[in-house]
């Protein structure tokens, strides 16, 4: 079984940040690709950025550019999101996912985590 686990979400003022963990399990290290998108109330789900496995970041949603930065830790098959400067329209549900090529953008995902809450306050 493979498992994608989001934690780090919770909420926030405007203007703080979090770190959002993605803990891998299962045929990870086949994956060349792990990254994150969100979805806010009534919207569709939105890619942020991702990551390849030899650490290179793929595009970035002009939303976020500047604010967020993903990171992975292959030998504890987790990837990060650091979110700094989180603005109200931030939040929304992330989620974690992987795929088995060296996608620059959103496409290529086929596994996905449960996601984890992010809620910016005024």
């Known amino acids: 079984q493979v498992q994608l686990v989001e934690s780090g979400g919770g909420l926030v003022q405007a203007g703080g940040s979090l770190r959002l963990s993605c803990a891998a399990s299962?045929?990870?290290?086949?994956?060349?690709?792990m990254g994150w998108f969100r979805q806010a109330p009534g919207k569709e789900r939105e890619f942020i950025t991702g990551i390849n496995w030899s650490g290179v970041s793929t595009t970035i949603a002009d939303s976020v550019k500047g604010r967020f930065t993903i990171s992975r830790d292959n030998a504890k098959n987790t990837v990060y999101l650091q979110m700094n400067g989180l603005k109200p329209e931030d939040t929304g549900v992330y989620y974690c996912?992987?795929?088995?090529?060296?996608?620059?953008?959103?496409?290529?995902?086929?596994?996905w985590g449960q996601g984890t809450q992010v809620t910016v306050s005024s």
């Open positions: 996912a992987a795929g088995p090529g060296a996608t620059s953008g959103p496409a290529g995902y086929v596994y």
């Open positions: 299962g045929r990870t290290f086949s994956w060349s690709t």
